[in-house]
Each structure stands twice: as structure tokens, then as C-alpha cells.
């Protein structure tokens, strides 16, 4: 019979009531070989800690967040508050070395935003424990224990050594477990993400990408840029989940995002403002300047192994809180799936449009037979039909005068212009660079190119933003 006034405990190699009475020091290392998360450990460790040092008025329990490869507080409202990189527990972190302080914490040490409530009465000592995990000589610290109490004697520094022991074998397979629950909840993420990425336009798949990179990252904005192969242009047909009126273009000769995709490998920056490429003309998205900027190559998968850079996934701010290695191989992980996804998308959206450009030529081929008859309506036509088929504002037509050597344009935006309207010499502006030369010629900014011939537009009233520029050949 149990007396009844011993505590009964569970037996738990019988499956029975046990007799035996635990002690509080006992009970809480029990309670803490038990603990499963994070916050349950820390709550256990921190008991543990009260019953090796009795004397303490206030402690902590800190454990490695792996996400960040920090050390923090988990509160139970799931609130995570990090150890600063500075101060006096930072210190002796640094060193992997117990630290007994005996003087007062400074008022404005780091430390006091995990512990708002330190202070030390006279006589009493500060404990700074470094938990360090010797196993595989990786020499890491897992839990940080920080402790309020009298002077230290012998006795409490051998329980503080017996405690370690514990605490780095809990920890280890707490930080396993969680480890190992984030893959699992990654892996059932990505299985339902994979099948609503099964979408045909290029816009509502990338909405859809963001919108998971957004819910699992957590930045402050972000984009996918796609690679345009007509411009050789980076284009993000959404932001931040949301799908753009107008499309963001970058160049891939002079951007950050360029230099991601060009050299296929992550670009992490922890401070763009301070980053001599940053140009805020061109390495901001929709005139956001970010502090901390994460840009992951986009990799299309070929055979034998083979890969190619298909975008440029971007992220900026997260927390106000540098990008990590975990965001890092976070991404990777997901993009590693929604790749395929793009590209099939992509080859679709390109075999579509050639199928439509292939029924516009042939439909241009028949009304250009209908007008074969009158010089003037076939050259109106061939206007209209560009412009339809490059979806442009404005279109002309330069004609090569062989007795001048100029370039006479005999039809501007369909309408028929009296003789000599407007003449130009080979190889002056853009129409005649590619008269003399033979090439086409595809321009973002017009205006700023030095082959534009602005008195075109002085004679027309048009502002020219962009142009293109293809010769007829006999």
C-alpha cells in the first residue's frame, strides 16, 4: 500500500501507480526529457535551473533557433525574442565558457529585452551557462541558462555540469524533432502547393507562386521575374501575390537581379544600401528601397543533368532582420518544384503565340492579295497589319528613294503622306542605321539612344518611347 501522504507516480515500465517519490529536482529533469517543443523545454529547463541554484530570483532558459542559427526566448504565445550579438551574455557566449558576474548588468545592456525584469540585490551574482554540444566536435550552443541567485559554491557548479549533460541530450532531440516536423510540414506544403500550380497563364501561376512564397518566407515584398527571350528582359508579371496592371521590366546586362541571373546563384544582401552595385534607379520594384534583398535564380531542369535560368525570384525585408541560410535553401526548395511548373507554362504560352502569329501572317498574306492592284492601299495595308501584329501605337513606312539615297516615308500610321513629307538619310536615326546596315533594331528607350533622330517626332507630334525597326528586302 502507498502511504497516503507520498506523492503516487506513474510507473511507466510497469504501467502501473509507483511508490516512488521524486523530488522536485528529479521531477523537473523527468519534465524536461519529456518536452517536445521548444517552449515546453525551455519552461522545464528553466525549473531545472531553480532547483540546481535554489537561491534564484529571476532566469532564463535560451535555445538555439535553427531558422535564424540564433539563440532565443520562446514565450508561450509563440513570440520568439533573439539574443542580441552584443553585451555581456553575448560575450560569454562568444568564449563557450560559464561566466559568474558579480557586478551590476548596465541598464542599456541588450540582454534586458529578453530579461525586462533583471536586477541583483546585494551580494547576489549573475550566471551566464553556455550549454555547449562537444558531440561531432561541432562545438555549438544549444541552450543558454542565465540565472539571478547567490554566490556560486562547489556544489553548484558540479550540479551545473550534471545539468549540462541533461540539457544538451533534451535539446538535441528537441531540436530534432522540430527539425524534422518543419520537413514534414514542408514536404505536405509543397504537395498541395503543386497541385494548384497546374495553371496555363503565365500571370495566375505566378500570383499563385508568390502567394505561397509570401505565406512561408514572410517578406516585404516580392517578385518573379520571368526572362523575356524577344528583349532580353527580366519581366515580373506580379507583386506580392497580386497580379500587375503593367508588367516590371529589368535589364539583365545591369541589375542586381541581372547579375542573380546571369551568374545562376543566390544573391544575398544584408544591407543594399551600403552594396556598391545597388542603383535605385533600376534595383527597386515599384519605387520600394529595400534594406536587406534576397534574389534566387529560377532554374529550368534539362536532361542529363543539365540546367538553365528561366528567372529571378526576389525578396526584400523580412522582420527587419537579415535573409539566412535557411531562407536561402527555403527557397531553393520551393522553387526546386515550381520550376517545372514555370516552364511548362512558359513552352505553352510561346507555342500559343506562335500559333497566333502564324494565323495573323496568313491572314495578312490574303488581305495583302486583295490590294496587290493599287500601290497605295497595299502599303496602307502592310501598315495595319504591323502595327495589329506588333500591337503598337504608331507605324511607318520608309521607302528607299535610289536616286536620292534617302529614305521617304510614304505612309505613317495609315495615312498617306504628300511626296517628300518626310525624308530622311541612310543612316541617319534609327530607320536609316538600319537601312545602311541591314538589321533589326529593338529599342526600351528611344529617347536616350544615340541613333534617335529626334526631329521625326518633331514633325509627327509623336513622343517616341520604345521602337522597333526591321528592313524589307528585295
Not at 21 to 47: H, N, Q, W
Not at 159 to 186: C, D, G, M, P, Y
Not at 239 to 266: H, Q, W
Not at 371 to 382: A, G, H, T, V
Request: with cysteine.
Amino acid at each position: 500500500m502507498v502511504d497516503s501522504h507520498t506523492t503516487s507516480n506513474y510507473d511507466f515500465l510497469f504501467r502501473r501507480p509507483s511508490a516512488v517519490v521524486l523530488s522536485g529536482y528529479e521531477d523537473a529533469i523527468l519534465s524536461m526529457g519529456a518536452a517536445m517543443i521548444p517552449t515546453e523545454f525551455t519552461a522545464a529547463a528553466k525549473r531545472c535551473l531553480h532547483f540546481t541554484l535554489p537561491s534564484m530570483s529571476t532566469g532564463a532558459a535560451l535555445l538555439l533557433d535553427t531558422e535564424n542559427n540564433e539563440l532565443a526566448y520562446f514565450e508561450e504565445n509563440d513570440k520568439v525574442k533573439h539574443l542580441p550579438k552584443m553585451g555581456v551574455v553575448w560575450d560569454a557566449v562568444r568564449q563557450r565558457m560559464l561566466e559568474v558576474r558579480r557586478s551590476p548588468v548596465p541598464d542599456n545592456d541588450p540582454i534586458r529585452t529578453v530579461m525586462p525584469n533583471l536586477a541583483q540585490d546585494s551580494g547576489q551574482v549573475f550566471v551566464i551557462a553556455p550549454m555547449v554540444d562537444q558531440r561531432r566536435s561541432l562545438y555549438r550552443v544549444l541552450v543558454l541558462l542565465l540565472a539571478v541567485c547567490d554566490e556560486l559554491s562547489e556544489v553548484h557548479l558540479e550540479k551545473l555540469r550534471i545539468l549540462e549533460r541533461n540539457v544538451i541530450v533534451t535539446a538535441a532531440r528537441v531540436l530534432a524533432n522540430e527539425t524534422s516536423e518543419k520537413e514534414r510540414a514542408t514536404i505536405e506544403n509543397m504537395l498541395d502547393v503543386c497541385g494548384d500550380l497546374i495553371d496555363l497563364d503565365i500571370v495566375s501561376l505566378s500570383v499563385k507562386i508568390l502567394k505561397h512564397i509570401m505565406s512561408t518566407v514572410k517578406p516585404t515584398t516580392s517578385a518573379l521575374f520571368l526572362l523575356e527571350d524577344g528583349t532580353q528582359e527580366l519581366v515580373a508579371y506580379a507583386y506580392n501575390g497580386v497580379a500587375l496592371d503593367t508588367e516590371i521590366r529589368k535589364p539583365v546586362s545591369e541589375s542586381i537581379y541581372g547579375e542573380c541571373f546571369r551568374m545562376g546563384e543566390v544573391v544575398n544582401i544584408s544591407n543594399i544600401q551600403q552594396d556598391l552595385r545597388f542603383n535605385p534607379r533600376i534595383d527597386t520594384i515599384k519605387d520600394y528601397e529595400p534594406t536587406h534583398l534576397l534574389c534566387v535564380p529560377v532554374k529550368r531542369r534539362g536532361t542529363q543533368g543539365t540546367q538553365s535560368v528561366i528567372g529571378v525570384l526576389v525578396v526584400c525585408d523580412k522582420n527587419d532582420r537579415p535573409f539566412t541560410k535557411h531562407d536561402e535553401e527555403g527557397l531553393l526548395y520551393s522553387l526546386y518544384f515550381c520550376s517545372s511548373m514555370l516552364n511548362n507554362t512558359l513552352v505553352y504560352q510561346r507555342e500559343l503565340a506562335l500559333k497566333k502569329q502564324n494565323e495573323v501572317l496568313l491572314q495578312v498574306a490574303k488581305n495583302l492579295f486583295t490590294s496587290l492592284d493599287n500601290i497605295s492601299s497595299l502599303l496602307r495595308e502592310i501598315m495595319n497589319e504591323a502595327r495589329r501584329l506588333t500591337n503598337a501605337e504608331r507605324c511607318s513606312l520608309f521607302l528607299l528613294d535610289n536616286s536620292t539615297k534617302n529614305l521617304v516615308a510614304t505612309v505613317f500610321n495609315s495615312d498617306l503622306l504628300k511626296e517628300g513629307a518626310l525624308t530622311i538619310k541612310v543612316g541617319q536615326g534609327i530607320a536609316g542605321y538600319v537601312a545602311q546596315t541591314g538589321r533589326t533594331v529593338n529599342i526600351t528607350d528611344a529617347q536616350k539612344h544615340p541613333q534617335f533622330f529626334k526631329e521625326v517626332d518633331k514633325s509627327t507630334g509623336f513622343f517616341t518611347n520604345c521602337c522597333g525597326s526591321s528592313t524589307i528586302m528585295q
